[in-house]
């Protein structure tokens, strides 16, 4: 268990629709980063949030946003869902943004169909 | 453009049979490279992370190495529970601390 929890695990939904994924990074970690993992693309980088504000963008979309709570758990928005959405989401975290020594540690990650 | 390429997309050993597997980088500035295991429809897991070349990391049947160009992660005597993706991924000093991944690596390995 990497101390990373991702809600829910399994998510089925029709085009066009909206959802929203969850994510508990581990305790003491103020860096979030979402990725997506589909057979033909591997791991993408979406995007990095870091105590609350944005600090890295990758590949996500228009349609895609995210945010990083007080708290500090982050939830990634998806909205007009494409069939090509379907995928497996993670978010992973780590203790410092700014210390390229530190670990970053994956959730079980979202499984998204789109149907 | 940061790039990581792993090869071989795919490896079938035998119980005991010991291999490596190659990750190859570009990137602008390395600040580490990391290995992790995946199996199906889990997370990633870490394993290592290397810094600088001619660095050396061992966990129980894995080592890792670096060089400037490459990564290998040998795999000793491994047994059918090593078998899953391996991924490779570097952090490069112009992307922050993201991680840029490679497509992995499945390694099978049959008693």
């Known amino acids: 268990d990497s101390g990373v929890t991702q809600t829910p695990k399994h998510l089925i939904t029709a085009t066009g629709q909206r959802v929203t994924l969850r994510c508990s990074p581990r305790?003491?970690?103020?860096?979030v980063y979402w990725y997506q993992q589909s057979l033909d693309q591997g791991l993408q980088f979406l995007i990095q949030?870091?105590?609350?504000?944005?600090?890295a963008k990758g590949n996500i979309l228009e349609r895609f946003s995210a945010q990083q709570f007080p708290d500090l758990h982050s939830e990634l928005n998806l909205s007009s869902l494409e069939l090509g959405d379907s995928a497996l989401y993670f978010c992973?975290?780590?203790?410092?943004?700014?210390?390229?020594?530190?670990?970053?540690?994956f959730g079980e990650g979202s499984w998204l169909t789109v149907v | 453009e940061d790039q990581v390429t792993q090869s071989p997309e795919a490896l079938r050993l035998q119980e005991g049979e010991s291999s490596s597997l190659n990750c190859s980088y570009t990137?602008?500035?390395?600040?580490?490279l990391f290995w992790y295991r995946q199996d199906p429809g889990k997370g990633p897991e870490f394993l290592f992370t290397l810094y600088s070349a001619g660095e050396e990391k061992e966990k129980e049947r894995l080592k890792a190495t670096l060089t400037k160009k490459e990564s290998f992660l040998h795999i000793t005597a491994p047994k059918p529970e090593d078998s899953a993706t391996y991924l490779c991924?570097?952090?490069?000093?112009?992307?922050?601390?993201?991680?840029?991944f490679g497509k992995g690596t499945t390694l099978s390995v049959s008693s």
């Open positions: 305790s003491g970690d103020l860096s």
């Open positions: 990137v602008s500035g390395l600040r580490g």
């Open positions: 992973a975290s780590s203790v410092d943004s700014s210390n390229s020594g530190n670990t970053i540690y």
């Open positions: 949030y870091y105590n609350g504000e944005e600090r």
């Open positions: 991924a570097v952090q490069a000093v112009q992307a922050g601390t993201a991680l840029i």
